[in-house]
């Protein structure tokens, strides 16, 4: 099982549009990496929700409902998608500020690489970011 972390604009998609649809398709990923991340996620998968915006925060977890497959309707042929079904919400959501100083996170990709938006974590980095279990 992988550990990954997706970012969102809560003004666009928040944690709570999730929650409360139970299952979304989290499609529109552009940058070639993050999109590289995306299409190696598979069923299963544990995902932290990080929303952007004046928050700036992970604010709960999901699962990778369906693996990776083709964004349907997409004229690109690099396009992914996966199915995220919602977790818990976190009490206290994690922020950038705190990650930014915490020495386990130092190299994390959210604090090395701002703007990618799918990212992979190491067990350090979801514990670290409030992620559950092991």
């Known amino acids: ?24 398709r989290w499609e529109g990923v552009k940058n070639a990496l993050a999109r ?10 544990r995902v932290l929700v990080y929303e952007t915006g004046s928050l700036k925060a992970v604010v709960g977890e999901a699962v990778v409902a369906k693996g ?14 996966v199915d995220l079904r919602a977790g818990r919400r976190f009490a206290a959501p994690v922020t950038l500020a705190a990650a930014r100083v915490d020495p386990v996170l130092a190299k994390c990709p959210l604090v ?9 974590l190491s067990t350090a980095e979801w514990k670290g970011l409030g992620g559950s279990g092991s």
């Open 1 to 24: 099982m992988n550990r990954w972390l997706v970012k969102t604009d809560p003004d666009t998609y928040a944690f709570s549009d999730l929650a409360r649809e139970g299952t979304t």
């Open 36 to 45: 590289r991340h995306l299409g190696a996620m598979k069923s299963g998968d």
């Open 68 to 81: 990776a497959y083709p964004e349907p309707g997409s004229k690109d042929a690099k396009a992914v998608v």
């Open 112 to 120: 090395t690489f701002g703007r990618l938006s799918v990212m992979p």
